[in-house]
């Protein structure tokens, strides 16, 4: 979403995560115990496939303009080496904007840059030929594309008496690709409905009950939803202000295409309340994931304010973790600081991770950022069971599922390096720790206790030798 008018709609997040530092002295760790704290053991219902993607949303707001699909193309080897499976581009149709804009404001659903209009004839991120070079060099090297599609409003139209105002209104959309040509009866209010779940910013709100809308989004043969797939070779979609609309829409442009067996879909219902994402993944029968804004602000939460028990917090992940898309930062929570507990939390949790173009290419170590993405697709696998609860500290642990191992994540909030008594399903076998944050290599018990420590304000994250 348009990440200026998105403050209309009060979208305006505090960001997770405190700084941490591996380099603190270590002070010195006896053989005795911690005495354990009172915890209550969960069990998270979960999607326990094996070698989970890991996401990368390959854009921030205000790009530079001009080349940005060469520039991500030229990334692409990298990121396929640290474990990247799928990136989500920007909206990359021309939109009233024209080289300036970031795509949240369309115009022509259908012109990638090919076409002069809007004073421009490729996008602020290229022309469809380097589009085209992306989408291939990323499936070569096994990358999924994702793209992002606004539904919700369309921008730039020119003005037309409009008979449902007493107005006149810019509803009149002739773009140079013949496509989606609308006028102010595909538009809010209109003969059959006055408005449907929310308008945005005063842009023309889409009526998508009306058959000419619904034809050129995914009912039709030469729809958007087919040609982006069949023609672009769009691995999935991820759906910009879903509240705006009825998840129905949704539901129907993915299994216009194939359902969810085919491309990958993920909704952006900003809303922090895991029961209302819940509700919004239900309403599309299943065909869409969502953004785990819940987990969002819990880590927010935990984090920034030093109370790891909110990490006990609902979140969509916990309770359907297939359709949960978890993320620390993206182009409308742009904070630039402390984020390294927060990625080593979903990239050791259920769910799909997403990073933040960014996070990982500008602002965040690279090396560590690779660990964690490594950890996630070699380590983490199966339900989870929490070990520790308490403000400044808490310990999850993974149970492992078919070749991944499973892991225990332990994340110290104190000012001292701690340590605690755990079980683990590794009876007799030496662990280690994976990210470097500690030398101990034990052997755990044979009723599957060991002994496991954590740096002052940071985390360690420990499985069996040998991966």
């Known amino acids: 979403m348009n990440k200026k008018t998105s403050c209309l709609l009060g979208k305006t997040v505090l960001f997770m995560g405190f700084f941490l530092s591996f380099t603190a002295c270590k002070k010195s760790i006896t053989t005795d115990p911690v005495p354990a704290k009172q915890f209550k053991q969960i069990q998270v219902d979960a999607a326990t496939g094996s070698g989970s993607d890991v996401m990368m949303q390959a854009f921030y707001w205000d790009v ?11 990334k692409i ?27 949240y404001d369309p115009y022509d659903y259908f012109d990638f ?26 499936h070569n090297n096994s990358i999924k594309v994702y793209a992002d599609i606004v539904l919700n409003h369309c921008s730039g139209g020119t003005l037309e008496a409009n008979p449902y105002t007493s107005t006149s209104t810019y509803t009149k959309f002739t773009p140079l690709s013949g496509k989606f040509q609308r ?37 039709a043969s030469y729809s958007m939803s087919k040609f982006y797939k069949n023609s672009l070779h769009f691995d999935g979609f991820r759906f910009d202000y879903v ?10 442009f993915v299994n216009s295409v194939g359902g969810p067996a085919a491309v990958f879909a993920v909704g952006e219902e900003w809303d922090g309340n895991a029961a209302n994402l819940q509700n919004w993944v239900d309403a599309t029968e299943q065909t869409s994931s969502a953004f785990d804004f819940a987990c969002f602000y819990a880590m927010h939460s935990a984090f920034d304010t030093n109370d790891l028990t ?16 978890t993320f620390v930062s993206n182009h409308d929570t742009d904070i630039t600081t402390n984020k390294y507990s927060a990625y080593a939390y979903i990239m050791t949790h259920e769910g799909y991770p997403c990073v933040f173009y960014k996070d990982y290419e500008n602002l965040l170590d690279k090396n560590r950022m690779n660990n964690l993405i490594w950890i996630h697709k070699n380590l983490a696998g199966g339900t989870t069971t929490n070990l520790y609860s308490a403000t400044d500290q808490y310990i999850d642990r993974r149970n492992g599922y078919g070749t991944l191992p499973g892991l225990v994540v332990y994340f110290n909030g104190s000012d001292n390096w701690q340590q605690q008594w755990v079980s683990t ?25 060991v002994l496991i420590q954590a740096p002052p304000h940071a985390y360690s994250i420990w499985s069996v030798t040998g991966i």
């Open 310 to 325: 909110r990490l006990n917090d609902d979140m969509l992940l916990k309770r359907n973790a297939a359709k949960a898309v």
């Open 183 to 219: 006028t102010y009866s595909d538009f809010h209010p209109n003969d059959i409905e006055a408005a449907d779940e929310g308008a945005f910013a005063g842009f023309p709100d889409l009526c998508h009950k009306k058959a000419n809308v619904s034809n050129w989004i995914y009912n």
């Open 243 to 252: 509240k705006g609309y009825g998840a129905w829409v949704v539901k129907n």
């Open 77 to 103: 080897p990298a990121w396929k080496a640290a474990g990247i499976g799928a990136i989500w581009l920007p909206p990359a149709t021309k939109a009233q904007g024209g080289a300036t804009s970031m795509g």
């Open 425 to 449: 399903n590794w009876g007799g076998k030496k662990i280690k720790e994976y990210t470097g944050a500690s030398g101990w290599e034990p052997t755990v018990a044979a009723d599957g206790r």
């Open 64 to 74: 530079p303009q001009g080349g940005w699909w060469n520039v991500l193309n030229d």
């Open 113 to 138: 840059g090919s076409y002069n209009q809007m004073g421009t004839k490729p996008t602020r991120f290229g022309d469809s030929t380097s589009l085209g070079k992306l989408i291939t060099t990323a």
